[in-house]
Every structure is written in structure tokens, then in C-alpha cells.
């Protein structure tokens, strides 16, 4: 259900959005995920797990410290940690298998691990040059090279600055024309089946400019989200990546693409939705990459479910908010 029953207290945080009205709970710079730097789980980990001694070989010495090393090489230092977690959080343990426990603490491992990540993913970006970060990039758009080399870069050349945009009317429209017009040929030719996306982009290219604003702090902590997204971290399980990489961009803390997308005005413009369409698109390529890569051959992958998802609920906010369907006229040659 996604109404807490009445028999819990108020302070089990039974939905997302209870979060938000937790003052000082979510951050102005992100607004997707409540900060665990002071909370209970953050706490053990750091005092029981983080201060244990190296695993001997054969473990790697630089080996993540994530809940599979943990439990692979201090099983009872682990178990020790989860019935310290639901001694203190006693509402943790309302569930079989101590799964909640787990994945409290799976969650502040990752996010450490992912924060050490980034450092050094920094580190190495500031001493590559801009070039070669874009020619990685180019790479990795044509199927080249692996994961790795493809995402330690940074992230790809973004549209014109609202400043440069702003410049004159008539140069905007005729930007945010090509934009959308380089993503409508991208879905018509792979993605043919996808419902109301030819409408979609052939309608955003008749209108660039419709209700054009900024968009809103959750579209804009979701677009992030996925944009930004590292198929070589840590902060993903095993279960999401390959066939499920874009479960976590499209889910994670209940910010999905219906509850960020309330409105066209949540959106902000026509550019806004190209750029979660391209982020879509380049997460569904990525679970293909990342299943080639290890040699599975899969049928179907969740990245073009939301894919589809996002689409039709672009088209559905796009008409209730007044936007005029058409497709433009065929070019004779």
C-alpha cells in the first residue's frame, strides 16, 4: 500500500514523499536521496565494518568494501553489524530475513565506496585534457572500447547556455528545431514501435519554443540521475546492471518518471524533454554494451520499458497542457 497503516508510527518513513516534509531531511543538492552521513547505519559501518583489517589474499588488496566483501570475509562481523542496526533502529527489523537491515547497510557501503569512486574518477578527469575526454566519448558512442574507458570521462557536450540560447528568439527556435530534430530521426529509425514518440518529436519541432521555463528541482535531480550514471560503480547491485542497468536511474527514492513529471510545466521546454529522451536512449545502449561486454545475449531490457514509459508521459503532459499535435510535411525529392 502506499499509505502507511495506521498502526505504524510516524516516524517509519513509509513513502518518499514523507521525506520531504522532514525538515532538514533532503539537501538543496540532492534532492532525490536523504543524507545518511549522520544516521544510525553510517555510524556502524564506519565504528564496526570500515575499521577491520584488510581480507588476506587471494582477496585484491584494493578490493570495495561493499556488503558482498563484508560477507565473504566477515561473515560474523556482518551478521554482528545487522543485529546491532535492529537493536538500535527496531523498526528495521520488521521484516523476515533481516533483508531491510541488509540493504540499509548494503546502501551505506555503496554510498561510501561511491563517494572514494568519484575522488579518484576527479582525480583522473583533471588530468585529462578536454579533447580527449570528448574523443572517449565519440568512442564510446560508436560502440568502441569498453565500459570502463567509455564513462570515466566527462559528461558529453550539453545544448547552448540559456544566455547564448536568449540571444535572439529566432536563433532559440531554430536551435531547439535541430535538437529535437536530431532525436526524432534517432527514434524513428530504432524505435519504431515505441507508442507516440513520432508524435511527440514531430510536435515539440512544430513548437520549439511551447511553454517554455526552467524545470523543476525533481526533473532536474532526475535527469542528473541518469545522466550521470556509472555502470562501474559500486553504488549498483549486481542486480542492476546488464539487462536491469536503468532500474536505479529510473526508481531509486521513489523519483520516477510520473512523479517528477507532473505537469509540462515540471519539464520546462522542449529541450528539457530531448535531453531525458537522449539520457533514456543512451542508458538502453548501455545495457546492451554492458551485456555484449560479458557475453549474455538478452530479449528484452527494463532501460527500454522506461524508455517507453517517459515517452508517453511526455506526450500525455504535452496535450494537457495545450500542446498542438501534427507531424511536419514530407519533403519531396
Same mark, same amino acid.
Given at each position: 500500500?502506499?499509505?502507511?497503516? $495506521? ?10 514523499? @514523507? ?18 552521513? &549522520? ?24 578490493? $570495495? *568494501? ?22 538500535? +533502529? ?43 575526454? =570528448?574523443?572517449?566519448? &565519440? ?24 544566455? +547564448? ?24 529509425? @530504432?524505435? *519504431? ?20 521555463? &526552467? ?24 542486480? +542492476? ?7 536505479? &536511474? ?13 505537469? =509540462? ?32 545475449? +538478452? ?18 503532459? =504535452? ?15
Amino acid at each position: 500500500s502506499a499509505i502507511r497503516p $495506521k498502526e505504524y508510527d510516524e516516524k517509519i518513513l513509509w513513502a518518499f514523499d @514523507d521525506c520531504k516534509g522532514v525538515p532538514g531531511l533532503l539537501t538543496d543538492s540532492n534532492k532525490a536521496r536523504p543524507p545518511m552521513d &549522520q544516521g544510525t547505519a553510517r555510524m556502524i559501518v564506519t565504528r564496526d565494518l570500515d575499521t577491520l583489517p584488510r581480507a588476506p589474499p587471494p582477496v585484491e588488496r584494493d578490493a $570495495k *568494501k561493499t556488503k558482498t566483501y563484508y560477507k565473504n570475509n566477515f561473515p560474523k562481523q556482518w551478521y554482528a553489524a545487522i543485529s546491532t542496526l535492529e537493536r538500535l +533502529e527496531p523498526n528495521v527489523a520488521l521484516c523476515a530475513a533481516h533483508w531491510k537491515a541488509e540493504h540499509v547497510l548494503s546502501n551505506t557501503l555503496n554510498a561510501m565506496v561511491q563517494k572514494q569512486d568519484r575522488k579518484a574518477t576527479n582525480a583522473r578527469k583533471t588530468s585529462s585534457s578536454e579533447e580527449s575526454d =570528448w574523443r572517449r566519448w &565519440q568512442s564510446s558512442q560508436r560502440g568502441q572500447g569498453d565500459i570502463e574507458e567509455a564513462y570515466h570521462q566527462e559528461t558529453p557536450p550539453q545544448p547552448p547556455t540559456t544566455h +547564448e540560447l536568449s540571444t535572439a528568439k529566432k536563433k532559440t527556435s531554430s536551435h531547439r528545431f535541430s535538437y529535437v530534430n536530431n532525436h526524432l530521426g534517432e527514434l524513428e529509425r @530504432d524505435f *519504431k514501435d515505441i507508442p507516440y514518440a513520432s508524435d511527440l518529436l514531430n510536435a515539440m519541432m512544430l513548437h520549439p519554443d511551447f511553454e517554455s521555463g &526552467q524545470p523543476s528541482d525533481d526533473v532536474a535531480a532526475l535527469l542528473t540521475r541518469i545522466e550521470n550514471a556509472d555502470p562501474n560503480s559500486s553504488e549498483y547491485s549486481e542486480d +542492476e546492471t546488464g539487462a536491469n542497468w536503468g532500474h536505479h &536511474q529510473f526508481t531509486a527514492g521513489g523519483l520516477t518518471c510520473h512523479s517528477a513529471l507532473l505537469s =509540462w510545466r515540471s519539464v520546462g521546454n522542449v529541450e528539457m524533454a530531448c535531453r531525458l529522451i537522449a539520457a533514456a536512449i543512451k542508458t538502453y545502449r548501455v545495457a546492451r554494451h554492458i551485456c555484449f561486454k560479458r557475453g549474455t545475449t +538478452e530479449g528484452s531490457y527494463l532501460s527500454r520499458a522506461y524508455l517507453q514509459n517517459l515517452v508517453e508521459r511526455l506526450w500525455e503532459i =504535452w496535450k494537457d497542457a495545450g500542446g498542438v499535435s501534427g507531424h511536419l510535411p514530407k519533403t519531396s525529392h
